[in-house]
């Protein structure tokens, strides 16, 4: 993982540790939305907002939106759409699984010159695990495995999340994923989560 994208995420961390407490429990019906972060050498930046609804503690449906830019005039966005299903191990912990499909569009404008376009389709299975550290705090750890259905997006991916209780229904979500492509991305995500 990137360094300063390490350093950052220890740093949310412990400022959560100070916040208010609330009973923590597993919801799967939320929208959290807020800041995204890529560490490639063009540095993407801009705006994620995700959803989630479970149907009477069965099959989740899942829904993204990432939109980025950088310095270099090159606008990316990703839409997502998933099903997943949460097994129980115990009281505090679960076993996620989740199989998404992704549409992606990226549009280069270049000074002075046309914008070239980009699209792609890929689909992707995650698996993972979640815990309840404390009783304001969760935790989750899931690796996900991209195809690219001929697109040439085929990737491997890490991602670790903490949640942070801020009210019964406001949560403060710290996410950090290692891209294992060439590139060798790590991206930073913190979100503001509402429960329902």
Same mark, same amino acid.
Request: hydrophobic share 35%; glycine share 6%; charged share 20%.
């Given at each position: 993982m990137n360094l300063s994208i390490s *350093?950052? !995420?220890v740093f949310i961390l412990c400022t959560l540790s100070i916040v208010t407490s609330y009973a923590a429990e597993f919801n799967d019906n939320y929208v959290e939305?807020? *800041?995204?972060? %890529? #560490?490639? #050498? %063009?540095? +993407?930046?801009? !705006?994620?907002i995700r959803g989630s609804h479970q149907f009477k503690n069965t099959v989740i449906v899942t829904g993204g939106y990432r939109v980025t830019d950088n310095d270099v005039?090159?606008?990316?966005?990703?839409?997502?759409?998933?099903v997943g299903k949460n097994i129980p191990m115990n009281d505090k912990s679960d $076993? #996620?699984?989740k199989a998404s499909t992704h549409y992606f569009n990226g549009?280069? @404008?270049?000074?002075?010159?046309? @914008?070239e376009k980009t699209t792609a389709n890929f689909n992707s299975i995650s698996v993972g695990a979640r815990g309840l550290l404390t009783k304001t705090t969760r935790a989750s750890v899931g690796y996900t495995s991209q195809i690219s259905c001929g697109s040439g997006m085929?990737? +491997? !991916? =890490?991602?670790?999340q903490v949640v942070r209780d801020l009210t019964k229904n406001f949560h403060l979500v710290a996410e950090a994923v290692e891209l294992?492509? +060439?590139?060798?991305i790590s991206r930073?995500? $913190? =979100?503001?989560? *509402?429960?329902?």
């Amino acid at each position: 993982m990137n360094l300063s994208i390490s *350093h950052y !995420f220890v740093f949310i961390l412990c400022t959560l540790s100070i916040v208010t407490s609330y009973a923590a429990e597993f919801n799967d019906n939320y929208v959290e939305y807020g *800041h995204t972060k %890529d #560490t490639a #050498t %063009d540095l +993407n930046k801009g !705006f994620l907002i995700r959803g989630s609804h479970q149907f009477k503690n069965t099959v989740i449906v899942t829904g993204g939106y990432r939109v980025t830019d950088n310095d270099v005039s090159y606008e990316r966005k990703l839409y997502e759409f998933g099903v997943g299903k949460n097994i129980p191990m115990n009281d505090k912990s679960d $076993i #996620t699984l989740k199989a998404s499909t992704h549409y992606f569009n990226g549009e280069y @404008t270049p000074p002075s010159l046309s @914008t070239e376009k980009t699209t792609a389709n890929f689909n992707s299975i995650s698996v993972g695990a979640r815990g309840l550290l404390t009783k304001t705090t969760r935790a989750s750890v899931g690796y996900t495995s991209q195809i690219s259905c001929g697109s040439g997006m085929d990737d +491997n !991916f =890490l991602t670790l999340q903490v949640v942070r209780d801020l009210t019964k229904n406001f949560h403060l979500v710290a996410e950090a994923v290692e891209l294992t492509n +060439n590139d060798k991305i790590s991206r930073l995500n $913190i =979100l503001l989560r *509402h429960s329902f």
